[in-house]
Each structure stands twice: as structure tokens, then as C-alpha cells.
């Protein structure tokens, strides 16, 4: 992780229509009802992220028509081939069913004629309908269908919610990682995961979880295998964050080059995202959570508009500018103390 090495895992070719609807109705909370059949296309796969409204292809233009995505039938298909005689409607909705298409979904509560659901039947193409409107509808779907084909990769460290900004807490193997992340659990943060971090591109962001296996535990050398959430509660722990800031961990070695002003951003690329990463030497006494906090905070600022190196550097322009200017080099520090009376 730290040299950005770390490989992308294989995406998925393809998912099931099956498993779609029923992901649909378990995890979006989405009344999708099936118009046909269903044992004619258990087997029936998607293997795009992307959705299409095939208008143009009722239309009759065919040339560009992307049948092998989802293919969503909203108000203005549905009343396009309404507006049709019968034998113009079967002449357009053939248009779609000459191609192996997926699956189709009628949205906004729409219907078709049993004559066309039979079109469809023949054809061996799956068709739904939802009360859902489109436009919300096809939000839902693409949100979900662009997890399923998302690019993943594994890391190790520690992944941390703290005050809301998304920490990966990295470095070699021993150095401290799950016990700057249980220090951070006891001053109230939360954990994502340890050890094994799952991230998940979407959308342009990186979204950290846990495997199975490792949820809300922890492995603390010397002591073993942890339970956060039996110790700390549900406050202590969540399945997914954003990954917003890679806190890198290592020995302090006296060439090592550190950055002192914070002007100079360093960044670590993870599946093509640049994630601005901090480099932090180990060195006795220093405080790794309470800096794992300020850096959370220091990145709200900078999130909201305020770079505090920047703003720290302008004083100093400033202030060499006016001493030019003036020409008084023997001026004090502080020109006038009013004694310790806060």
C-alpha cells in the first residue's frame, strides 16, 4: 500500500437477473413483480452497469441500440406504443425483442398488452414493473448494478472513522497499526475494519469495508483475537466509510525526508484515485491517535475551505513584505505586554 502496488481484484463478468430482482426487493426496499414466467430465464445474466430507455428503437432505429444493457420502459415508451394500432405496436416492440436482451423493467406502475407480453415470453426476455418512477428507479438500479461490476482491491491496515473523515492507517507489518486504531476506539471513534480492508471504487470514490470474516474484530499482539463491538457497543464500529486520508506508519531514520509545512501534498493512487497520504516517523513519545485526530480535523478544514499552511505561509509574505517596506528591523517581537492578567 504504501508504494501503491497494491493489485486490483477481478471484476464480476456478469450477475444474474435472478439475483438482481432479488436484491432489488431485499436490499433496496425496491416492489419489482415479475409479467412473465419466471422458470423461462433463471439463468439469465447482465453483464453491464448501464441502463438504456429504448425509444429510438421503438422508433425503429436500431443502428445504435445498446440491447445488451437493462432496458427500462417509462411513461414516454409506454404511451408512445399506446398511441400505436395493435399491428404498429407489435411491429415496434419486435424492434427490441429481435435481440437478447437481459431483461426489461416497466416503471411508473406501466403495463403492457398480454399480446406484447407474449412477444416477450416467445422471445425468452425477462419483464418487471415497479410503482417506482424512472428517473428514481434508474438511480437505484445504476447505483447498485455499479457496486456489482465495481473494481476492488485489498489492503492491509487499519481503516478508522474519525470525526467523520475516512483513515486508512498503513505501514509494515508490527509497527502499531490496531493499537492506534483501539486508542482511537476509546476516545470514541469508529472502527471499519482491521488488518484485511476491502475498497470498492464508485463513482470516484473509494469506499473501505470489512471482509466477512474480520467484522468488528481486531487482532492485538500479544493478547489475540478482540471483539470491538462486544466491548465497546455499536457506536464503536461501522461497515463502510470512504476512504478520505492514508496515514502512513514508519521508524524514524535520521535521512528520512519530512514534511514540515504541510504546503507540499503527497498522494498514493488506489485503483486510479489519488488519495492524499501523510507520511508519520515512529519516534518515542509521540502521540499517534491525538495526530490521527488532528489530521482528521485539519482535513475538515481544508474540506471547508481553509488551508492553515497556506494561511500560516501568506502571514509570513506579509509580514516580510511590511518590514521591507517600513524598514525597521529593530522593532520587538511583541510591542507591548500588558502582564499575566487573563
Given at each position: ?172 507489518s508490527g ?70 486520508v492514508i ?11 519530512i514534511e ?83
Open positions: 500500500m504504501a508504494n501503491g502496488k497494491n493489485e486490483p481484484i477481478p471484476r464480476k463478468n456478469e450477475i444474474k437477473v435472478s439475483y438482481l430482482v432479488e436484491k432489488l426487493q431485499d436490499r433496496l426496499n425496491i416492489d419489482v413483480k415479475p409479467c412473465l414466467d419466471e422458470s423461462r430465464w433463471e439463468d439469465r445474466t447482465i453483464t453491464e452497469a448501464e441502463l438504456h430507455r429504448p425509444g429510438l428503437a421503438l422508433a425503429g432505429y436500431i443502428e445504435l441500440f445498446t440491447y445488451q444493457r437493462v432496458q427500462v420502459l417509462g411513461n414516454t415508451e409506454c404511451q408512445y406504443l399506446a398511441y400505436l394500432s395493435r399491428e404498429k405496436q407489435q411491429e415496434a416492440f419486435a424492434n427490441l425483442t429481435q435481440f437478447d436482451i437481459p431483461v426489461i423493467f416497466l416503471t411508473d406502475a406501466n403495463s403492457l398488452p398480454d399480446y406484447l407480453l407474449e412477444m416477450a415470453k416467445s422471445a425468452g426476455i425477462p419483464l418487471f414493473k415497479t410503482p417506482l418512477e424512472s428517473t428514481h428507479f434508474m438511480f437505484r438500479m445504476r447505483d447498485f448494478l455499479e457496486d456489482q461490476f465495481a473494481l476492488q482491491t485489498m489492503v492491509h491496515g487499519s481503516m478508522m472513522d474519525v470525526y467523520g473523515i475516512g483513515i486508512l492507517v498503513t505501514g509494515k509497527i502499531g497499526k490496531s493499537e492506534v486504531a483501539l486508542d482511537l476506539i476509546e476516545r470514541g471513534h469508529r472502527l471499519v475494519a482491521d488488518d484485511v480492508v476491502m475498497l470498492t471504487k464508485k463513482s470516484n470514490v473509494l469506499m473501505a469495508t470489512p471482509t466477512k470474516m474480520n467484522k468488528h474484530f481486531m487482532e492485538i499482539r500479544g493478547l489475540g483475537i478482540i471483539d470491538i463491538m462486544s466491548m465497546f457497543g455499536i457506536r464503536a464500529i461501522r461497515y463502510q466509510k470512504r476512504l478520505e496515514l502512513e506508519l514508519s521508524l524514524w531514520q535520521e535521512s528520512q525526508e514540515r509545512t504541510g504546503l507540499n501534498h503527497d498522494f498514493s493512487s488506489v485503483l486510479g484515485l489519488d488519495i492524499p497520504r501523510i507520511k508519520l516517523p515512529i519516534t518515542p513519545g509521540k502521540n499517534i491517535t491525538v495526530i490521527a485526530e488532528v489530521i482528521a480535523m485539519n482535513y475538515l478544514l481544508r474540506h471547508y475551505g481553509y488551508d492553515p499552511a497556506k494561511a500560516f505561509q501568506d502571514k509570513v509574505k506579509k509580514h516580510i513584505a511590511r518590514n521591507r517596506e517600513h524598514k525597521d528591523f529593530s522593532k520587538r517581537a511583541i510591542e507591548y505586554f500588558e502582564g499575566d492578567i487573563e
